[in-house]
Nanobody
């Protein structure tokens, strides 16, 4: 599976961005998708998760009510709509994939995921 993340950029606080993660190489609907983010010197942290057909979504507390994860299985693409962005959202954002469906704290652990995109930089200015 190859993942290609895109859509990052520079935005003012309060603004919005939509990240995309295009998948190729295997049956997209076999995979749950996750988004993580990382700033220099810190561990990669969980942002959001979605099951193969979008029936279940999960968010980190820090992004609830502001970010929305979705997927278009016909386009083999997952999305992260980010609204009301804050300077503390500044990070490199990574998409990730894992075959199957999971729940609980496991989905927040980056070790679960088998495939990763290359990351896209999001910078939020104050």
């Amino acid at each position: 599976v190859q993942l290609q993340a895109s859509g990052g950029g520079l935005v003012q606080a309060g603004g919005s961005l939509r990240l995309s993660c295009a998948s190729s190489g295997d049956t997209f609907t076999a995979f749950s998708m996750g988004w993580f983010r990382q700033v220099p010197g810190k561990e990669r942290e969980f942002v959001s998760y979605i099951t193969p057909f979008g029936g279940t979504t999960t968010y980190a507390d820090s992004v609830k009510e502001r970010f929305t994860i979705s997927r278009d299985n016909a386009k083999n693409t997952a999305y992260l709509q980010m609204n009301k962005l804050r300077p503390e959202d500044t990070a490199v954002y990574f998409c990730a994939a894992v075959k199957g469906t999971y729940s609980g704290s496991l989905i927040r652990d980056r070790i679960l995921y088998d495939y990763w995109g290359q990351g896209t930089q999001v910078t939020v200015s104050s």
